[in-house]
């Protein structure tokens, strides 16, 4: 019997390329995002940072000018969401010494550990964002997906000063109450006690305030994850978008267009992932779904800028135009009539399920999707995925996340396998895989 998930996964799918591309790659955790005040996190064989550096090829502006951008584009991306992680921790770190003032504990703070750990640390990110960002472009030059929206869009809020400050000042105040509750171990007290949300839901998962119930929680989100991954948690994303664009082919080669499918986004959060989706099948219709009613009109002011800036005089119906719909749902009983979607994608979500919501969740997908259709689950890398992280990876574990170490070693194939589907291809984006699985026809 194999030892690690990714042996069983082996055994199931198609393996795109990409999952050999990451296997194998030397890799770390760093120790900021650890409780243990314990040193320096293993850095294997990472190579030294000017090594990392030297070996980077930037494309020509002249001779590839679109691969340069994008290239230009995403290492901007890593320094400025790279330096937000560095002052998120810097701003805990000043927090912490004002306490210690007062009569608080002489420990480490994490600001500390990552300024001992801080070459290897961008050595690691730096060579982990140049893999990712040549696959994005690969799949960009197939014709899987279009190139970044808000990458192209001149006009986009993330170009605004006034925007950008605006929402690190936020995200600086949210990372520092963050840090000091996952330092101290205690999350947040859920404010709200309710009969209407699943016990598993209440947990206010990686110390975030307000857990998944407020507007101030859906608004700082996006620009925290995008910190704690180095702002490749778009990329890492957008994998998911490989396993669509196939079935799109498909669809195509037997005269169905986006037009005449119906997708389903489970727990989509803040929407953003889903404005990629939009922008890649603005004619698709789709529902986006989550839980918690503050995501979902985040996720619905998202929906509507991205239509403002790239599809201003489409008519794509829906309440406001965008051709979506909002559902708010459990995935594990999901609001919708038998088969009444073509596909089903879920980011992000199983990490946080107990194991017998997951495989009711996958029940769900099988029964909503109609025959022939797809599914689509990312999530985080498991055991074996990346094999230089077996070691570490699960002080993810730390960030308020109850049931991270067993979905680690769950045998997603097996649950999507019992509930009848057929596995299809699986793929890898850094610390990110998606599965993608057909329901017989």
Request: charged fraction near 20%; hydrophobic fraction near 40%; charge should be negative.
């Amino acid at each position: 019997m194999p030892s690690d998930v990714a042996a069983l996964d082996a055994q199931r799918f198609a393996l795109h390329p990409s999952v050999a591309a990451w296997q194998h790659r030397v890799s770390r955790v760093t120790s900021a995002i650890t409780n243990h005040d314990d040193g320096k996190a293993e850095a294997g064989d990472m190579p030294p940072l000017p090594e990392v550096v030297r070996q980077l090829q930037p494309p020509s502006p002249l001779a590839e000018p679109q691969r340069a951008a994008h290239w230009a584009y995403h290492l901007g991306r890593l320094a400025f969401f790279t330096g937000q992680g560095f002052a998120g921790f810097a701003a805990h770190h000043v927090s912490d010494l004002l306490s210690r003032a007062g009569g608080g504990s002489a420990r480490r703070t994490p600001f500390e550990r990552l300024l001992a750990d801080a070459e290897p640390e961008l050595a690691t990110r730096l060579s982990d964002w140049s893999i990712a960002v040549e696959q994005d472009y690969a799949n960009i030059q197939s014709g899987a997906y279009p190139m970044p929206w808000d990458m192209v869009t001149p006009n986009h809020r993330q170009y605004n000063p006034t925007f950008v400050l605006a929402d690190s000042a936020r995200f600086l105040v949210e990372w520092t109450a963050i840090t000091r509750r996952r330092v101290e171990g205690r999350p947040e007290k859920l404010w709200l006690s309710s009969g209407l949300y699943p016990r598993y839901y209440t947990n206010t998962f990686h110390y975030q305030t307000d857990g998944w119930f407020s507007a101030w929680s859906a608004k700082v989100y996006e620009h925290s994850t995008e910190a704690l991954f180095g702002g490749l948690q778009d990329i890492m994303q957008r994998s998911a978008l490989l396993p669509i664009a196939d079935f799109m082919r498909e669809a195509r080669a037997h005269c169905r267009t986006p037009s005449s499918l119906r997708l389903l986004e489970v727990a989509a959060g803040t929407g953003r992932f889903h404005t990629f989706i939009k922008d890649a099948y603005p004619d698709l219709p789709s529902v986006v779904s989550d839980l918690s009613p503050f995501y979902l009109a985040r996720a619905r002011s998202n929906l509507r800028y991205w239509r403002s800036l790239r599809q201003p005089s489409r008519q794509l119906g829906g309440v406001d135009d965008t051709g979506t719909e909002f559902l708010q749902t459990a995935a594990e009983a999901i609001a919708a009539p038998d088969e009444s979607f073509d596909v089903v994608v879920c980011v992000y979500l199983f990490h946080e399920l107990p194991e017998p919501i997951r495989r009711a969740a996958v029940s769900e997908f099988f029964r909503v999707l109609r025959p022939g259709g797809l599914a689509v689950l990312t999530d985080s890398v498991q055991l074996g995925d990346r094999a230089g992280l077996d070691k570490n990876i699960d002080v993810f574990a730390e960030f308020n996340e109850p049931h991270y170490r067993n979905y680690l070693s769950c045998d997603l194939g097996a649950l999507f396998e019992d509930a009848g589907f057929q596995p299809g291809t699986k793929y890898v984006s850094m610390v990110t895989k998606t599965l993608s699985f057909r329901k017989p026809e």
